[in-house]
Each structure stands twice: as C-alpha cells, then as structure tokens.
C-alpha cells in the first residue's frame, strides 16, 4: 500500500533551520510529482512547494521563496524540504503528499496521497 511517512520536525528558535524529509513506499516515486502542505492551528491547509517527477522543476508558495528549498532523491524514494531563516508563522504541521500527475502543482485537490503529517514549532 501507498505509504508517505514525514520526519524531521521540530521546535527551533526564529532564524534556525529544520530539513524534513518524506519516506515513500508502495509506489514509484519517479512517476510522481510530490508536495509539501502545511496546516497551522485554526487554519486552512495550505500549499508550500511542490517538485516534479525528476526534480527539474519547482514552485513555492510567496511566503517561503528564497529561504525552503525542496528536493527529491528518487533512487531513495525520499523528498525533502530544506527550512531556513524559519518564522514564528512558519508554525505548522507540515504534510508529504503525492500529486496524480508529473507537473508541479500548487492544488491540493490535485494530490490523492498524503501522510501524517510532521509538527514544526517556531518559536520568536
């Protein structure tokens, strides 16, 4: 079965840095686009970045341009987001999610597989 399984969250100060990381198993990575959402306590899930299926492309939300960086290792079948300068509003907890296609995309309802979800707490 399809599983994503999100690691390397955690509480740091404003300005560190946290790399996260998205274990892939039950399917080829390679055929897939991949995303990373997030979700803040009283708010809606939100897209941060996305890669395509052989990483020559990306797209990042406005708000976290310049300071995360995704990534994706398919012969580890593992994706990750690099997280620096972080933000108090950068709290979140932080979702994997596989897209139904190749291209990046920004579109939640373009992804039907997702993980637990891993919690990043940013504190001023």
């Known amino acids: 079965q399809v599983q994503l399984v999100e690691s390397g969250g955690g509480s740091v100060q404003a300005g560190g840095s946290l790399r996260l990381s998205c274990a892939a198993s039950?399917?080829?990575?390679?055929?897939?686009?991949m995303g990373w959402f997030r979700q803040a306590p009283g708010k809606e899930r939100e897209f941060v970045a996305t890669?395509?299926?052989?990483?020559?492309?990306?797209r990042y939300t406005d708000s976290v341009k310049g300071r995360f960086a995704i990534s994706r290792d398919n012969a580890k079948n593992t994706v990750y987001q690099q997280m620096n300068s972080l933000l108090p509003e950068d709290t979140a907890v932080y979702f994997c999610?596989?897209?139904?296609?190749?291209?990046?995309?920004?579109?939640?309802?373009?992804?039907?597989?997702w993980g637990q979800g891993t919690q990043v707490t940013v504190s001023s």
């Open positions: 890669i395509s299926w052989r990483g020559a492309n990306t």
């Open positions: 039950g399917f080829t990575l390679s055929n897939y686009a």
């Open positions: 999610a596989r897209s139904q296609g190749r291209l990046v995309t920004s579109s939640a309802s373009s992804y039907d597989q």
